[in-house]
Nanobody, 117 residues
Framework: QVQLVESGGGLVQPGGSLRLSCSASRSFYGTYDMGWYRQAPGNQRELVARISIGDATTYADSVKGRFTISRDIPKNMVYLQMNSLKSEDTAVYYC???????????WGQGTQVTVSS
């Protein structure tokens, strides 16, 4: 089991940047694929970005070229750098850990990102 805590959300103007951080309670290296999801009001939770155990990254089409997922293995941290933010990026962002070879997911409590002028 792993506990996840997100931070770094807030209010930002369109075109601005934010970096989200996810702190894991234990090492995820070799055990969990890590990812970021988001959920806007009235919408389903959707994948934003994922980084696999093998360091392969996947992005939603809507964020490609603007968002970057990264990890600091010794610190048990995962980051989401968000640039050129748009109003449609407004959502609660959740850190996710998926146990390798399973569909077992662990979630953080979420952090609100609001993009507005």
């Amino acid at each position: 089991q792993v506990q996840l805590v997100e931070s770094g959300g807030g209010l930002v103007q369109p075109g601005g940047s934010l970096r989200l951080s996810c702190s894991a309670s234990r090492s995820f290296y070799g055990t969990y694929d890590m990812g970021w999801y988001r959920q806007a009001p009235g919408n389903q939770r959707e994948l934003v970005a994922r980084i696999s155990i093998g360091d392969a990254t996947t992005y939603a089409d809507s964020v490609k070229g603007r968002f970057t997922i990264s990890r600091d293995i010794p610190k048990n941290m995962v980051y989401l750098q968000m640039n050129s933010l748009k109003s449609e990026d407004t959502a609660v962002y959740y850190c996710n850990a998926r146990l390798r070879f399973t569909n077992l997911d662990y979630w953080g409590q979420g952090t609100q990102v609001t993009v507005s002028s």
